[in-house]
């Protein structure tokens, strides 16, 4: 079974703090996803990489920045969390070219 | 700009058929994607249609028109499991990103 995992559940964090989610897949996908959900929303693409070192901005980036050093795992970092960012964040995993996405269970962060 | 449009709630009972329409409009277009989600769960994906018409998958089908940037969800026999919320999401940007409808939930009545 492909399994990607996240470093917490459940995150609370300060106003102002430097956070960091991390997430690792375990079937040698190419791509990566982060993602945010908030209630009527549906899922926000916040950053993607389609290979180690590469990213890409999705459609709210601002606020944020990620990291892949290696292929299995894309780390999304808040730089300075702000109340706005207080969310469920979903990682995801994808074969290059491949419709079908894996995603984590979710780091339901909030910022006090 | 991108946009999905998916109707916000479906109610239904047991047994039952249910339709969930998608309708889009993105810069690019690979395909169109479902996936399931469960209240307090991660979305498990159900299918997926880079081409016009109709895919099976047991219980649950999905069907695709490019030309009218249009798809939907079919499910059969429902049951209760099958409450959940239902997102489509369009594969684009040369295929590797995604952009997801803003979901629909599924109520499913004894």
């Known amino acids: 079974d492909v399994k990607v995992t996240q470093s917490s559940r459940y995150l609370v964090k300060r106003t102002g703090e430097k956070v960091f989610l991390e997430c690792v897949q375990d079937?040698?996908?190419?791509?990566m996803f982060w993602y945010r959900q908030d209630p009527g929303l549906g899922l926000r693409l916040i950053y993607f990489?389609?290979?180690?070192?590469?990213?890409e901005k999705g459609d709210i980036p601002e606020g944020y920045s990620v990291s892949r050093e290696k292929k299995e795992r894309f780390s999304l970092i808040l730089e300075s969390a702000s109340t706005n960012q207080t969310s469920m964040y979903l990682c995801a995993s994808s074969f290059a070219g491949s419709g079908e996405q894996y995603f984590g269970p979710g780091t339901r962060l909030t910022v006090t | 700009g991108q946009s999905l449009e998916q109707p916000s709630e479906v109610t239904a009972v047991e047994g039952a058929i249910v339709q969930i329409n998608c309708t889009y409009q993105?810069?690019?277009?690979?395909?169109l994607s479902w996936y399931q989600q469960h209240d307090g769960g991660a979305p498990t994906f159900l299918s997926y249609?880079?081409?016009?018409g109709l895919e099976e998958t047991g219980r649950f089908s999905s069907f695709l028109s490019r030309s009218d940037s249009y798809g939907y969800l079919l499910l059969q026999e429902l049951q209760m499991k099958d409450s959940a919320s239902y997102f489509c999401a369009v594969r684009d940007n040369y295929g590797q990103n995604f952009v997801f409808g803003p979901g629909t939930r599924l109520s499913v009545l004894p």
């Open positions: 993105t810069s690019g277009f690979y395909g």
């Open positions: 990489s389609y290979d180690v070192k590469m990213k």
């Open positions: 249609n880079a081409l016009d």
């Open positions: 079937m040698d996908h190419e791509n």
